[in-house]
């Protein structure tokens, strides 16, 4: 079994924003899987899947960024997930617009939502999925994630959250997470 966590903040006046690239690589994959991602437990909407035989849960938390470790931690602890089957989707300012790097561990970066997650786990040793939103030129960092892609951007991010689906899937179907870097990094 296997725990995909994509993160945002819930509401419709961020769903198209940069802080909710993970909200839409789920919905990406939710979407290539014909998951409905509509049941609420645990301060998340979730939705699962099985994919060749393997049990996918698919996880919006319902928490706001800053306190995605709640959500997470009573999902990890109600179905006893280990903690290699889970993989966070965030976005990552540091890195160029829709790049896609995979981490299996360290620390939160500065990113709010790993921080919470990493609190509540108690460890940093849990599978990453980044996706590049680039650091802002001329804007606040809370007004730069909290705005939508332009038109430009776009084509990036959908090019790295068709990359993320890629990994997800070779995730899924067994290849070491190691291995995944390897080839997606």
Do not use: C
């Amino acid at each position: 079994m296997k725990m995909i966590v994509g993160l945002g903040n819930p509401g419709s006046q961020y769903a198209k924003t940069k802080h909710n690239i993970g909200f839409m690589a789920v919905d990406a994959l939710a979407k290539k899987y014909d998951v409905e991602i509509r049941k609420q437990e645990f301060n998340a909407l979730t939705g699962s899947a099985f994919v060749d035989g393997e049990k996918v849960l698919l996880v919006k938390p319902q928490t706001f960024m800053n306190d995605s470790g709640r959500a997470v931690g009573q999902l990890k602890a109600f179905y006893q997930f280990a903690a290699d089957e889970i993989l966070i989707i965030q976005d990552d300012m540091d890195m160029t617009m829709g790049r896609l790097r995979l981490r299996q561990r360290g620390s939160a970066g500065g990113h709010n939502g790993i921080k919470s997650i990493i609190n509540v786990l108690g460890t940093q040793d849990f599978y990453r999925a980044k996706i590049g939103i680039q650091h802002p030129k001329r804007q606040k960092v809370v007004d730069w994630v909290l705005t939508p892609f332009s038109k430009d951007d776009q084509i990036a991010i959908l090019t790295g959250i068709d990359k993320l689906q890629d990994a997800a899937d070779d995730w899924i179907h067994g290849l070491d997470f190691a291995q995944l870097m390897n080839k997606y990094n």
